[in-house]
């Protein structure tokens, strides 16, 4: 669903679009998430690549099932990702780690996260036209 969000932003050539779909999304505590984590300069992941995987097959999305628990997308944002920047895991344990997270993932989520890893969502906009919203 958060790929969703951001494909759609990304296919919006209108900066004025742009916002009013992140306007339309700002209760999503998800994307709200990955916005900060991707472009909050305090935060640092430490990996500069990442690394080659293949998406579980089987995987189900976030936005498809309607757990009562927290999401795989969310359980990546506050833990996996919790544990690389407070370097709980650093160097080729970090890589390997978030390697076999990765995989655990389905396609759409694997890309969100990687997404926020690499600081760049790709989605046509940045941190000043999301503290606008």
């Known amino acids: 669903m958060i790929n969703a969000i951001l494909e759609e932003v990304a296919n919006e ?22 916005i900060r984590l991707a472009y909050d300069p305090t935060i640092n992941f430490f990996i500069k ?8 097959p089987g995987a189900v999305s976030a936005g498809d099932s309607e757990s009562a628990g927290e999401s795989a997308l969310e359980y990546a944002l506050f833990n996996i990702l919790n ?19 990765l995989e655990r ?5 694997a890309k969100v996260l990687a997404k926020v890893i ?15 919203v």
């Open 83 to 101: 544990d690389i920047a407070s370097r709980k895991r650093t160097g080729s344990n970090a890589i390997e780690y978030l390697k076999s997270q």
């Open 49 to 56: 690549k990442i690394p080659a995987y293949t998406p579980a």
């Open 105 to 109: 993932l389905c396609a759409e989520d």
């Open 13 to 34: 050539p209108s900066k004025n679009a742009k916002i009013a779909i992140l306007t339309k999304h700002k209760d999503n505590d998800v994307l709200q998430e990955v």
């Open 118 to 132: 690499d600081r760049d969502l790709r989605a046509g906009f940045g941190e000043c036209t999301a503290n606008k």
